[in-house]
């Protein structure tokens, strides 16, 4: 019997929901259908629209840099080219580290109160960022450290998706998860395709590059109030420090992990240095002007990313995650040495084709990626003859969390690389055969470990 299989079949008894002050609420029971019928799924679901909606703004706040940096010449600033990614990339940095602790903050304070607390921790990245790129003479440890408090918008997506893991049934959760995670993915592209219109249009009026940070306290403090008002404390929601332990010693769960930072990792890497490589390569493409605003292209790239991740999730149902994940891999091995075909070509709508290809590749092997990781636990679990379902649906759940956390490493990651190549050969060529390399790697690991049926993993293909 699967993990799905004991989850519906649990008692079908009336749940009786006690409801307590700080908007906390006992007994809540998804798997129970007569309940997630009457009164689950729309409790859930308002959650769930809130969770998205602060999710969303902590991914703006998080890649808010990505498109900062690009403006900061024409703001007075005079930071070197490894300056400038060292301002990309620490965001990643600080926000890849902050998912492990901050998943398990929904169980010790509450999902609905972490969200406000998260929340309102964006008001200090944001406000500070509209201070100091509103003073050319702001000195470089400031605006970095300025940068790594972003990082909290990063950490948003780990208690996001955990607390709302506890509201969904399992044959639910996916298609919930998939909402929050793609919700959150394009708060990146907003902000690129936002920032540079807005700030052109208040340049007029004096305000310029500080309304980059400003424009968004506003909406943040909606979020919070959001939270407060309407979402909910699940006393349900307890932390599995065990569950955590047993997938830190799986293998599988530090293989996967690799592979997600190949999908997820390029995805916010490469979407956090894309204004920054069209500046430099094709500074004549920078910015469009439409009117007296200025368009970025950068945003399509964090846009398909986005919108081809819950693609990839379909595809791996109907195909198999490994299958899927494989083509990925394959697509941004292409994408990558395509993009460095065209660096010497010097043709900015090719590059911008393949890179495009680059981001719908690895939004594609997201989705896939992370749908293999429950697969393979149940898998070993079968192949281990481990009986107890709970355990093993705990474990996946922990790794699933572990995963995401050691994935958004490759937002540091990339622009690092990018960085190393254009200090030492003077062009991002060998970065992007590197990259290349790298993908063909993963491919084939992906092929050998879970393309083809392995006793360790109950004869299946992943």
Not at 40 to 52: E, K, P, V
Request: net charge positive; aromatic share 14%.
């Amino acid at each position: 019997m699967t993990t799905s299989d004991v989850a519906l079949a649990q008692p079908d008894t009336a749940v009786v929901l006690t409801r307590r002050p700080g908007r906390w609420v006992d007994g809540f029971d998804p798997e129970n259908k007569t309940f997630w019928e009457a009164e689950g799924r729309a409790i859930a679901r308002r959650n769930l629209g809130w969770s998205i909606y602060a999710e969303f703004l902590g991914f703006i706040v998080w890649q808010l840099w990505s498109i900062v940096v690009v403006m900061l010449p024409a703001a007075g600033f005079t930071f070197t080219t490894s300056e400038i990614f060292w301002l990309i990339s620490l965001p990643s940095l600080v926000g890849a580290t902050l998912r492990f602790p901050y998943t398990f903050m929904v169980p010790r304070f509450g999902g609905r109160n972490w969200t406000i607390v998260s929340a309102l921790l964006l008001l200090i990245p944001a406000i500070l960022l509209g201070v100091a790129v509103g003073n050319p003479e702001t000195p470089f440890w400031m605006m970095l450290c300025i940068a790594a408090l972003a990082g909290f918008g990063g950490g948003n997506f780990a208690s996001s998706m955990s607390n709302i893991t506890y509201f969904f049934p399992q044959r639910e959760k996916g298609w919930a998860l998939g909402l929050n995670a793609a919700g959150g993915n394009l708060g990146t592209s907003v902000a690129q395709f936002l920032v540079p219109i807005v700030v052109s249009l208040a340049a007029g009026i004096g305000l310029g590059l500080p309304l980059a940070g400003w424009m968004w306290v506003p909406l943040i403090l909606v979020a919070a109030w959001g939270a407060w008002r309407y979402m909910d404390n699940l006393s349900s929601a307890k932390a599995d420090f065990a569950g955590s332990a047993a997938a830190l010693r799986e293998g599988h769960m530090w293989l996967l992990s690799l592979l997600y930072i190949g999908t997820f990792g390029s995805f916010i890497g490469f979407a956090s240095v894309f204004p920054k490589l069209i500046a430099d390569q094709f500074p004549e493409f920078s910015s469009l002007h439409i009117g007296a605003a200025a368009v970025s292209l950068a945003f399509l790239g964090a846009l398909v990313g986005s919108l081809f991740r819950p693609l990839g999730g379909r595809l791996a149902d109907r195909f198999g995650g490994a299958r899927i994940t494989i083509a990925a891999f394959a697509v941004m091995a292409i994408g990558a040495f395509g993009i460095l075909g065209v660096l010497a070509l010097g043709q900015f709508w090719a590059f911008l084709l393949c890179f495009l290809v680059l981001f719908a590749a690895t939004g594609v092997g997201n989705g896939s990626t992370y749908r293999m990781i429950p697969i393979v636990f149940s898998a070993r679990a079968v192949a281990r003859k481990e009986g107890d379902a709970a355990a093993v649906q705990r474990r996946a759940a922990a790794a699933l969390g572990l995963i995401s956390g050691i994935g958004a490493y490759g937002g540091f990651m990339v622009p690092q690389v990018l960085n190393a190549s254009q200090l030492s050969t003077g062009t991002y060529e060998g970065a992007f055969i590197g990259f290349g390399i790298a993908y063909i790697v993963m491919l084939v690991i992906t092929l050998l470990v879970y393309g083809i049926p392995r006793a360790a993993l109950d004869g299946r293909r992943i």
